[in-house]
């Protein structure tokens, strides 16, 4: 065989770093704006960002960390969480990003499993940290984002992230790392059993970085100015930490705070002119506008994903605020964009109702994702927009295997199964109809299913129960009980709901419980979820009676 003609042109890896060093140098003058902790709006450029960055390696090198090892994160979306996601892979050790709202135990499991050697975290999660420290004896240090004079009072001994990087200068070269090593890891609790590590490459974060910022995705550009409401330890804010300096967008990062006039007032006061989030931030953002009785100026365009987009959402967003809706679908372990819903010039020409119902589904994908649907038997289903099937995907920035996880690959066939449950139409817009994993997702965070299960049959009185997600308006979905009493056992729905206090996190709570005298099963005994979920399709949750009822709190949570 002849040896392949290989191209003449640069070998010139794709790295994180790159984004940031090309921002620097030729968008260095633009801001990066963030509503700090502290209370404050900090104001600084990308040529700032890059400089505190390498200062942020230095000080990491010097503490002897070393290339490939893990840091942690637990932070909102603001300049210095910036700053380690450049700083941190910048030389080699890959940026772990940490979701604060998980319980106590499962973030002390990521981090263990993660084995992270430092942690990074925002001061208002110093009570969670003094939690955490005892339960995580390898972290060899935590970091607090902030100054000397800003250091909470705690019971572990912490460094200050400004002290440490000010002994740097900041004279540090990128070096030119191995384009396929790892830059990010990411946990999802979007399965069953402990949460599972997604391990980004450099280069499949770049690739994502690129994809999502194309004119049929975010459509990102340097006219941008672009407000991640999702959070930066939701799956990297959906790549738009990597996408805005890649495109020089001005990047607005709002804190901890938000609900809708926060938000609404940040947005303004910066010219936002584009967002993305889940669907339950909008909700808070358009009640807050109603009641207000405010609107945009600058503020065009939205990606919202992480859960089903309410069509209502989409009206009000795009009628009452002539905002461009742009449905999106993804997960963790696509990095995570999958797909979007944004017409082409045909389907642009079609009556505005034809247009909607298109729109309100999950979209076609990007270059760069490839989608199918397939049956029980393994086989590929017509795209007619009526046949629905496990949806499986592949992509240079699809996951191969889960961190740690050396036996047993989650591919079939070469495709990673979703865990979605999807038809395919003839314009390759992709709907999703159910899930087959077993999670509920309330506010764009999960909720294991199985844990709220085991607890109802840990009641004497409970034989057998079901946790199913049922239909909320605030949260998208939220967990009901269905349970089977034991042969002559007593117990009310308020008595079992009473019996969860203590044992999960407060949004963990069931919102309902029903009793049947039996549980759907399939031939081996397995619950049909799915049936049940039919079932209980349109059963209203006293909790979703009224929205009004509902109050504003952490998404997710109803605290
Ligand atoms: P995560 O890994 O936390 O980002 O969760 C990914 C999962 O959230 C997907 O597999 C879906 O089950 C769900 N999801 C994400 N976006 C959407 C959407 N637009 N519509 C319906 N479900 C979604």
Known sequence: MTAPLLG??????????????????????????????????????????????KQLAQALIALGVAPGERIGTLAWNGYRHLEAYFGVPGFGAVCHTINPRLFPEQIAYIINHAQDQYVLFDITFAPLVDKLAPQCPDVRGWIALTDEAH???????????????????????????????????????????????????????????????????M?????????????????????????????????????????????????????????????TVWLGLLAYMREADVRFTTFKRTVIGGSACPPAMLRAFEDEYGVQVIHAWGMTEM???????????????RPLEAQRALLEKQGRVVFGVDMKIVGSEGEE????????????????????????????????????????????????????????????KSGGEWISSID???????????????????????????????????????????????????????WWLPDDVVF???????????LQKLKLRERFRDHVLPTALAIENCPLGEPGTDR
């Open 335 to 349: 990095s995570p964009l999958g797909t979007l819903a944004t017409l082409n010039w045909e389907q642009s020409q």
């Open 452 to 506: 709220l299960e085991n607890i109802a049959v840990a009641h004497p009185a409970v034989a057998e129960a079901a946790c199913i997600a049922c239909a909320h308006p605030r949260w998208t979905e939220r967990p009901l009980i269905v349970a089977v009493l034991k042969p002559g056992a007593t117990l009310t729905r308020e008595a079992l709901l009473a019996f969860y206090e203590g044992k999960v996190a407060k």
């Open 151 to 217: 250091l909470p009072d705690m019971r572990t001994p912490v460094l200050s992230y400004e002290t440490l990087i000010e002994a740097e200068d900041g004279e540090y070269e990128w070096p030119l790392l191995d384009e396929r090593s790892a830059s990010n890891l990411c946990y999802t609790s979007g399965t069953t059993g402990n949460p599972k590590g997604a391990l980004y490459a450099h280069r499949s974060s770049v690739l994502h970085a690129y994809g999502a910022s194309l004119p049929d995705a």
């Open 516 to 526: 049947v005298k039996e549980l759907p099963h399939t031939a081996t005994g397995k």
């Open 219 to 279: 459509g990102l550009s340097s006219r941008d100015a672009i407000l991640p409401v999702v959070p930066m330890f939701h799956v990297n804010a959906w790549g738009v930490p990597y996408a805005a300096p890649l495109n020089g967008a001005k990047l607005v990062l709002p804190g901890k705070d938000l609900d809708g006039k926060s938000l609404y007032e940040l947005m303004e006061a910066e010219g936002v002119t584009c967002s993305a989030g889940v669907p």
């Open 8 to 53: 003449q042109m640069m070998d010139v890896p794709l790295t994180v770093s790159s984004l940031i060093a090309h921002a620097a140098r030729h968008h260095g003058g633009t801001q990066i704006v963030s509503r700090r902790i502290e209370g404050d709006v900090h104001r600084y450029t990308y040529r700032d960002c890059e400089k505190r960055s």
């Open 381 to 440: 289903l017509p795209w007619d927009g009526v046949a629905f099937g496990d949806l499986h995907v592949r992509g240079p920035w699809v996951i191969d295997r889960y961190f740690r996880q050396e036996n047993g690959s989650p591919l079939v066939d070469g495709w990673f199964p979703t865990g979605d449950v999807a038809t395919i139409d003839p314009d390759g817009f992709m709907q999703i109809t159910d899930r087959s994993k077993d999670v509920i």
